[in-house]
């Protein structure tokens, strides 16, 4: 079935560093693909997004880029700032499917330190 | 702006006891969508519905019941709360017909079970 599988944490940075959370799906055909972030005591907010194969979702200094032929979906930022500390959530859907949800991984902390 | 809203961000209950759990959404969404979230296992779909009155089982609906009488209102029912439904629910909408399948999202309500 469809699945996504991202790098467990928790990921603990010095602020500017560079970040990577790796994730990768399984799924037939082209879902949509996601990564959501979750600020401590907030709800998911959708961070970027791509719908297509090579496309890249930028927000906020991160960037992922839809890749098909390895089937994964790295976030990535520059340089990461205390307030980026959060769970940051992958995941995928198939448009225009009623019904639909939402297929997400298990999530990634992130700690950011000055 | 989009809202999402749950009715309750923290509730303590107990054992046996029967629980609502009531979302609702400002968009004219069709779909309106209950996970549960717990430490390690991140997002479970426990219950989506695409229409007034329709609802579909999702990864874990035993123990879980819903209701959706009008467009806009999503419930979710603990009709015997147990302790292994302590946790954080978050309830999500998103549009019908074509679209990318982003997902909006409540703030969560943290539901523990004595």
């Known amino acids: 079935g469809n699945s996504v599988t991202q790098m467990e944490g928790p990921v603990t940075l010095s602020e500017e560093a560079f970040l990577t959370i790796n994730c990768t799906y399984t799924?037939?055909?082209?879902?949509?693909l996601f990564w959501y972030v979750q600020y401590p005591g907030e709800g998911l907010q959708l961070l970027l997004k791509?719908?297509?194969?090579?496309d890249k979702g930028s927000n906020k200094g991160f960037e992922a880029t839809y890749r098909k032929e390895t089937t994964s979906f790295h976030l990535e930022k520059g340089s990461v700032q205390v307030s980026d500390s959060a769970v940051y959530f992958c995941?995928?859907?198939?448009?225009?499917?009623?019904?639909?949800?939402?297929?997400f991984g298990k999530g990634t902390t992130l700690s950011v330190s000055s | 702006d989009v809202k999402v809203t749950q009715s309750s961000r923290y509730l303590v209950k107990r054992t046996g006891e029967k629980v609502f759990l009531e979302c609702v959404q400002d968009m004219d969404h069709e779909n309106m969508f209950w996970y549960r979230q717990d430490p390690g296992l991140g997002l479970r779909l426990i219950y989506f519905s695409y229409d007034v009155k329709m609802k579909e089982k999702g990864d874990i609906p035993e123990g879980y019941s819903v209701s959706r009488e009008k467009k806009e209102r999503f419930s979710l029912i603990l009709e015997s709360a147990s302790t292994n439904q302590t946790s954080m629910y978050l309830c999500a909408s998103t549009t019908g017909g074509a679209n990318t399948g982003e997902l909006f999202f409540g703030e969560g309500s943290r539901l523990t079970v004595l």
């Open positions: 799924a037939t055909g082209y879902p949509s």
């Open positions: 791509a719908t297509k194969a090579d």
């Open positions: 995941a995928l859907r198939y448009p225009d499917q009623a019904g639909t949800a939402l297929i």
